[in-house]
């Protein structure tokens, strides 16, 4: 069979024109939400499948729902309170718990600090409630930190010596003193 190779002002395969009507079709939906930030970016430095990645994930992030974060879960994730499990039992519902919510792509951060329980009502109480985008598609991970950017918590259990060395030389406060989190756990990491 004979096939011939057509060439639409240097376009020369059929995935490249796929390409293009894609990219016509994400820019005509993402019209709406465009402001001037989007218009700085010059788009034809980019190959033209990245762009349509970019545009898409632009677009999801846009329609996509803000909702509870116990709301991304079919069914929806509903736990006991904290004070209504014994020690026993909610470190056995945390650890089942962090893998959940991993699986939704949300990282604990900086929580080595926080007992079981303090963790667990961290979760109850900040996390799931906590409205956010259900980016149902992201690539990307929430990073939760649970010191809620306290720096003297951070500084004190989790900061390089470097990093304490930096910050009391740009701040010129005392450092409180370093310390080792009481409660290490292996959880679920992803990078930033």
Request: aromatic content about 14%; hydrophobic content about 35%.
């Amino acid at each position: 069979m004979y096939e011939q190779q057509i060439n639409f002002g240097g376009v020369s395969s059929e995935a490249e024109v796929d390409d293009l009507i894609r990219n016509a079709e994400l820019r005509a939906e993402i019209e709406p939400y465009v402001d001037e930030s989007v218009s700085r970016i010059f788009w034809r430095s980019f190959p033209i499948r990245f762009e349509n990645e970019f545009l898409a994930s632009m677009l999801e992030w846009e329609v996509a729902p803000v909702e509870p974060i116990y709301r991304w879960f079919e069914p929806e994730l509903r736990i006991p309170a904290p004070e209504s499990l014994t020690d026993e039992k909610l470190s056995l519902i945390l650890f089942d718990l962090i893998n959940k919510l991993y699986e939704k792509k949300i990282v604990l951060d900086f929580s080595d600090h926080l007992s079981d329980r303090d963790l667990y009502s961290l979760i109850y109480r900040g996390i799931l409630p906590s409205r956010e985008k259900n980016l149902r598609h992201q690539n990307s991970y929430i990073h939760w930190d649970c010191s809620y950017g306290d720096v003297d918590i951070w500084l004190k259990y989790y900061a390089s010596d470097d990093d304490r060395e930096q910050w009391s030389d740009c701040y010129g406060e005392p450092l409180p003193p370093k310390q080792i989190p009481h409660y290490h756990r292996n959880l679920p990491q992803h990078p930033f």
